[in-house]
């Protein structure tokens, strides 16, 4: 077993959820040992962009093979390992295609443009209920509540059971880190099992009635002669519930984070709201809401920066550290909301790329920009930040601001 040369202390090592400033400790690991085996990890992982990008475009390295790991750990009964074995996430090449394609057809970007007067709606009369106080916590406020609705109201889940469903994601968006507990699995399969049992029934209920919504859409979608299984279906509405659920709430909360901080920037924002689509390419890159992929394991020998990947071994990506790579970005320390060569790895890349970044980049650009504009005097309200401890998710517990 390879062995690390570096060992941070427990409280500073940077792939330890919940870490305040992850991003000088990535500089150093980038700058020294960019292929790191990873104790708390217990596996490999990258933190220089060039050596990413030929990562996440290689073959020879599996998801599927990932999550045998994982069966093999925790079991093969477990809910969660069941239902991630129907997402795209763990899935590879033909099958992982084959999905995507179908996937494609009920998400496609007309959908997604489609549902801007939902957001927009929905952005306003969150904002418009905060206007009446001294402040607001934008992830509670806003960031929490609002991919929930918008992917609730593109499914046509009812209104009365929206709440119910963001619970049971929080416990399988807690199960899907890099590294996996066996407190993490156990609230991972309670969650998946409750979730599973309510969209088996509306399942039902639209099959029966099909109706005008992306539920609808992925019954009737079909590819090559294929359609979804019912478990496909509900495995990848998870999927999009949770991707939402924890990247889009957290690129809001840390996109705004970093505006607060950059007040020059800020002010260019309000000045020219045009800037909103760069803007939000800048705080991906800048601050990541997803810190890393799933793993994926290797297949036979590999070779990555002078080191070698062994068959089995897990690999993951720090996009942290890869997206302020200064080898690919200029000042890459610096936010800059109008830097136009961005092409940041904060939705992954190749095989795995992000199904739900249109809508992701679609609910920040029209949140942020109403956030900005309606409330030209926003400040942060607190200079004491805590951290979530969520895997490979990147965000914060709450957010407070004033209005001044």
């Known amino acids: 077993m390879a062995t690390a040369r570096h060992n941070f202390p427990l409280d500073q090592d940077p792939t330890l959820p919940g870490h305040p400033d992850p991003y000088p400790l990535f500089r150093e690991l980038r700058e020294t040992e960019p292929v790191h085996f990873n104790p708390y990890m217990k596996g490999w992982v990258l933190a220089r962009y060039d050596h990413a990008l030929a990562y996440l475009r290689d073959h020879r390295f599996s998801r599927v093979a990932y999550l045998d790991r994982m069966r093999a750990e925790f079991g093969t009964d477990a809910p969660i390992i069941r239902f991630q074995s129907h997402e795209l996430a763990f899935m590879d090449p033909p099958e992982h295609t084959w999905l995507k394609n179908v996937v494609g057809r009920a998400f496609s970007p007309q959908v997604i443009a489609q549902s801007r007067a939902e957001i927009e709606a929905s952005v306003e009369e969150m904002l418009a209920r905060a206007a009446d106080r001294d402040g607001m916590d934008i992830i509670a406020d806003l960031a929490y509540p609002l991919p929930a609705a918008v992917i609730s ?8 059971d929206r709440d119910m469903l ?45 109706e005008n919504d992306l539920l609808s859409g992925l019954i ?80 036979e020998d590999v070779e990555i920066g002078g080191k070698k990947i062994r068959p089995g071994d897990t690999v993951t990506v720090l996009f942290g550290a890869t997206n302020r790579d200064p080898e690919r970005f200029d000042d890459p320390d610096r936010f800059d909301i109008e830097r136009q060569d961005n092409e940041h790895l904060s939705f992954s890349h190749g095989t795995h790329y992000c199904l739900g970044a249109s809508l992701a980049r679609l609910e920040a650009q029209v949140a942020i920009a109403a956030l900005v504009r309606r409330f030209p005097k926003i400040s942060l309200g607190t200079d004491a930040l805590e951290w979530r401890k969520l895997g490979r998710f990147r965000g914060l517990v709450a957010l407070p601001v004033v209005f001044g």
């Open 153 to 160: 109201a593109m499914l046509g889940v009812p209104h009365r």
């Open 220 to 299: 009737a979608a079909e590819e090559r002669g294929r359609r979804f299984n019912d478990e496909q279906t509900i495995a990848m509405i998870e999927t999009l519930f949770a991707a939402g659920h924890a990247t889009t709430r957290n690129l809001i909360a840390n996109g705004t984070l970093a505006l607060l901080r950059n007040p020059g920037e800020m002010r260019k924002l309000r000045a020219n709201p045009a800037l909103i689509e760069s803007a939000v390419e800048e705080m991906l890159r800048y601050d990541p809401p997803t810190q890393a992929p799933s793993p994926q394991a290797a297949l």
């Open 166 to 210: 963001r619970g049971s994601v929080d416990g399988i968006v807690a199960s899907r880190g890099i590294v996996r507990t066996a407190e993490m699995m156990a609230e991972g399969d309670r969650s998946a099992s409750a979730f599973h049992d309510y969209l088996e029934k509306l399942l039902t209920a639209r099959r029966a009635k099909p």
